[in-house]
């Protein structure tokens, strides 16, 4: 054997010698992958132990709290009811429909979805994107001693929400992965501070699952009677049914077993029977009630078009339909990965289209500036992934 085939051979053998070191690395990592699923599994299956403990049985004696029974469920008649003006909270409630968020009605559901939660009630409410569920529980944040925890899956729209708040003087924080320490403690502060220097708190399920100090400040607000309600926005994210299903949504089911007293609304833009059911059990809610809107949106066309298999033609066929169709008009481009969101928006800012990415792997500032940008109409389009557009509130969107 020449000294050429030696030297093929010896890296033959290291290659080898390597490929039965990673095989028994990914043994290893299997393994490991096999005890954390399993310890996890267990851990999701205390928790829901923990809710069926937590509701009562059929057999419960009448000396268990009011509060921690269910709700009887409600006629249609009964339901009805909650459409009127002639609760408590009624006068303040149109007040502020019209002064704070400068609407002269409401539109269909919301009233009796607002009515029942000031009255304290669990609630899911199932709505068509723009159709108003965030009023829901705006509202009634502004009409309720102290704050409104609210939940929602992305930073994206939580600044959403908060910008929005802000441009109607409705005092709103929220807390994140990037909040800064100083925030952060004015935050915590606020939460038991008897003049609710705010009155919609913003987390992620993130930040309740691995922040006992959030925790801990949420009992302390709760025992003060400064936490007025908890909502949990795409509440189809609990369940593993869900299309966007959020792991650490499974964890909420927290917040009702340690804050019984207060009243929870679910919301979605999209959610089956059985997801919601779902989600009921993960939340730890018993018979909540339901209200479900009409999906009928009349002012949506959908158009299917065939992409060509070339990058540069496709690229030119997505230009010439945003000028020829939606010239200056809002948009979305939804792509598969971070790098087609970067490389579209670059091909479309040479072609005169003011497009920007936004993906996931983005500098949180970078990605704040994106979304206000195009809420204000600065920039056109947003070429996106998945990681932009959930619960996003824009009026005046012309195409996706």
């Known amino acids: 054997m020449d000294g050429g085939a030696n030297d093929v051979q010896a890296e033959l053998d290291s290659v080898e010698a390597e490929l039965d070191l990673l095989e028994l690395q990914i043994a290893e990592l299997l393994e490991k992958q096999a005890q954390l699923t399993s310890r996890k599994n267990s851990l999701l299956q205390q928790l829901e132990e923990a809710c069926d403990s937590a509701r009562p049985s059929s057999s419960s004696s009448s000396s268990s709290s009011k509060l921690s029974r269910a709700e009887p469920a409600m006629s249609k008649q009964e339901l009805q009811r909650y459409d009127g003006s002639d609760f408590l909270w009624s006068k303040e ?32 409410l199932v709505m068509p994107t723009g159709r108003g569920k965030s009023l829901c529980y705006q509202l009634p944040a502004v009409c309720s001693k102290g704050f409104t925890l609210v939940v929602t899956p992305l930073v994206s729209l939580m600044e959403d929400q908060t910008m929005y708040l802000k441009s109607v003087d409705v005092p709103a924080v929220m807390l994140n992965a990037s909040s800064n320490k100083e925030h952060a403690k004015a935050v ?3 939460m038991t501070d008897p003049k609710s220097p705010f009155k919609l708190l913003y987390v992620t399920p993130e930040k309740i699952a691995k922040s006992k100090l959030l925790m801990s400040r949420l009992e302390k607000a709760y025992n003060a009677n400064l936490l007025s309600r908890i909502a949990v926005d795409e509440v189809h994210c609990c369940s593993q049914w869900g299309h966007d299903f959020r792991p650490d949504y499974k964890l909420l089911g927290i917040l009702k ?35 479900t809107a009409s999906f009928n949106r009349i002012n949506l066309y959908y158009e299917v078009r065939v992409k060509d298999s070339d990058t540069e033609a496709s690229i030119s066929d997505i230009t010439t339909l945003i000028k020829s169709r939606y010239q200056n008009q809002s948009g979305i481009v939804y792509v598969f990965s ?17 497009a920007y990415p936004y993906h996931a792997n983005m500098d949180p500032d970078d990605k704040t500036r994106v979304h206000r940008r195009w809420t204000s109409n600065k920039i056109q389009v947003v070429v996106a992934t998945v990681a932009f557009g959930m619960g996003i509130d824009k009026p005046d969107v012309r195409f996706v």
Request: with cysteine; aromatic share 4%.
């Open 93 to 124: 409630v149109v007040q502020h429909l019209k002064d704070s968020f400068h609407l002269s009605k409401f539109r269909p559901l919301q009233l009796r979805a607002i009515n029942l939660t000031l009255a304290g009630r669990d609630l899911f």
């Open 188 to 190: 915590m502060a606020g």
């Open 257 to 291: 077993r340690q804050f019984p007293k207060i009243p929870l609304l679910g919301l979605t833009a999209t959610a089956t029977s059985s997801v919601l059911k779902d989600c009921e059990k993960i939340l730890c809610v018993s018979q909540p009630i339901t209200l």
């Open 338 to 354: 971070q790098k087609d969101a970067e490389l579209l928006a670059s091909e479309l800012q040479k072609r005169e289209i003011l």
